[in-house]
């Protein structure tokens, strides 16, 4: 059978056919529709394969994963979710990657997409400081995060930063801009983009594993590829300059999900700052807090 512009053996499909059947049926189903006998109040639902659908690939939006990224999957898994790693065999785990294409009808049309290419590190460990101050500024005034995920700077410094880089003043934030926004998908289910203070990165967990993150996006989600997207002057070298700062500074903010204290301290300092600078558009939910 050809699947994803590759010839697989009636072999290695029977051999994907048991991993499956021993592995992963309980939560994706028989039939690869998420729906197996485990998935009742899982959240997210585990992954219907019939949508041949996938949230995270370094491919450009619209293609179909690599073999190497729905393998990372599997052997990683997707932290906070039920997604666990499993520690299968390379046999096993091509085999199963395999199988799990027979599914859905696009990996008999489509090919896999091309890996996004990956910079080298521009900042590294001696300018992480620097890095993570960068970050914040592209976060909050450039790429405007918290359009869905939260603020994490008061408005007074978020119309500075757009200012310094994109000449335009912010004068008011989202209603409740402290959480994050709830937002629809392509996977039936709603989601809430993730506090990085508190919330699970669910493929992160340094600052490299972010820049993957940030160079696709989550496909099916509001959360893009931001690769090639984060200068204003349409500069790629700064972009990339810039995606790493952001990865730095996403994982300095999520190093406080695991220290209380630190957490405690960030959030007061900057509930204060929120009480003094922020002025929030309630229009579209009734919020009057001015």
């Known amino acids: 059978m050809k699947l994803g512009g590759k010839w697989v053996s009636a072999e290695t499909l029977n051999h994907g056919y048991d991993v499956y059947m021993n592995n992963c049926l309980s939560c994706h189903g028989v ?33 179909l994963p690599r073999d190497e990224d729905l393998k990372h999957t599997i052997r990683y898994g997707l932290r906070g979710t039920g997604m666990l790693p499993w520690d299968l065999s390379d046999k096993d785990l091509d085999s199963v990657v395999q199988y799990i294409k027979t599914f859905s009808p696009v990996w008999k049309e489509k090919v896999a997409g091309e890996a996004l290419g990956i910079s080298k590190d521009p900042w590294g460990v001696a300018r992480a400081s620097e890095a993570i101050a960068q970050g914040e500024k592209i976060y909050h005034g450039l790429a405007q995060c918290w359009a869905c995920h939260p603020t994490y700077q008061s408005m007074d410094k978020i119309s500075e930063y757009s200012k310094e880089l994109t000449n335009n003043d912010i004068k008011t934030l989202r209603a409740r801009p402290h959480i994050s926004t709830l937002l629809d998908s392509d996977y039936g289910t709603k989601y809430m983009p993730p506090d990085f203070t508190k919330s699970f990165i669910k493929t992160s967990g340094s600052v490299e594993t972010t820049y993957l993150l940030l160079n696709a996006g989550a496909r099916g989600s509001a959360m893009m590829g931001w690769k090639g997207q984060l200068s204003s002057k349409a500069d790629p070298e700064e972009s990339e300059r810039n995606q790493w700062a952001v990865a730095y500074y996403v994982n300095h903010l999520h190093k406080l999900k695991y220290n209380l204290e630190a957490r405690t301290k960030f959030m007061n300092d900057l509930n204060e700052r929120r009480a003094k600078y922020d002025r929030y558009d309630d229009a579209s939910d009734g919020n009057t807090n001015k």
């Open 31 to 63: 039939q690869g529709d998420g729906m197996g006998p485990a998935a009742q109040g899982q959240q997210p639902l585990p992954r219907n394969f019939q949508q041949g659908a996938f949230k995270f690939a370094n491919v450009a939006s619209g293609d």
